[in-house]
């Protein structure tokens, strides 16, 4: 019996078996490729998932937080606010109590004041009854006052009325007789009550350098002559000079004005060394200029 022969395989078997090795290494490299991308995508994923569990938990506490936050402040809010209302109430009560006390107060006050006008009102009822009746008395004292006054005013119009008739009525140096002639002080207080005439009385100095105005005139000194009682003096009215001279005391020294229907009067009383003393008569319808 013969053995069998060995028949060799083919020449292409070898390159079969190399490529079919080689493809199942690529694929078992790129399986592994594959699985290490796929253990990364799951590893990054779970640190991920950790990150945004995280982030959710401390958003979570955030919000614990801001609600505990805002839950204060309404709590706060509140107890101002009821803190405010009382505080209001209580100022309101304070407000009421210090009216009360000021009303109390004002009523003391007008109590006072309506006590006080009351004592006034009756020291001054006192003040006027007493004064009544010290004027009552003084009443009596007054009229028996107005009798002597009226004694003494008869007993004075009386003099004066002597003294009147005692005066004489002189022709002046114009030959008017046109009044009473007074010598002294007495009989020309006499004349000025009489009330007949306008009187102005009058000093004239020999030094004066001015005329001095008497009434509406002027009257100037020129000279005096003691021993005989005489005298010059110059007359200014309406703008005009009138000398008088070497007169003598008592004696009306008369001159007219314009719109006077009477004449005016010049009386000298008294003559020293160096002055002259007398007045003025004038007649009532005129008036001084």
Do not use: C
């Amino acid at each position: 019996m013969s053995s069998p022969m060995y028949t060799p395989p083919p020449s292409g078997s070898g390159t079969k078996t190399a490529l079919v090795a080689g493809a199942l290494i690529a694929l078992v490299v790129s399986n592994i490729a594959l699985w290490y991308r796929l253990e990364t995508t799951h590893s990054e994923d779970r640190d991920a998932r950790t990150a945004l569990l995280s982030e959710i938990a401390n958003l979570k506490e955030s919000s614990n937080v801001t609600t505990a936050s805002q839950r204060r402040n309404v709590e706060l809010l509140k107890e101002e606010l009821q803190a405010a209302r009382e505080q209001a109430n209580q100022a309101a009560g304070h407000a009421k109590q210090e009216a009360q006390a000021h009303a109390d107060l004002l009523a003391k006050q007008l109590a006072d004041a309506q006590a006080k006008q009351q004592a006034r009102v009756q020291s001054q009822i006192t003040d006027v009854q007493q004064q009544a009746t010290t004027a009552n008395a003084k009443i009596g004292e007054v009229s028996g006052d107005v009798t002597t006054v009226k004694t003494d005013l008869g007993a004075t119009k009386a003099q004066l009325d002597k003294t009147i008739a005692n005066l004489n009525k002189v022709q002046g140096d114009l030959g008017v007789t046109s009044g009473y002639v007074a010598t002294n002080g007495k009989e020309l207080e006499a004349l000025k009550r009489l009330g007949e005439r306008n009187y102005f009385q009058f000093t004239l100095e020999k030094k004066d350098k001015q005329p001095k105005r008497v009434g509406d005139i002027s009257l100037k000194l020129r000279s005096v002559d003691r021993k005989r009682n005489k005298f010059t003096l110059e007359v200014l009215a309406d703008d005009k000079m009138v000398e008088k001279k070497d007169k003598g005391i008592n004696e009306p020294l008369q001159f007219y004005v314009s719109k006077a229907k009477q004449p005016y009067e010049v009386v000298v009383n008294e003559v020293t060394k160096n002055s002259v003393t007398g007045y003025l008569a004038t007649p009532k319808d005129t008036t001084s200029r």
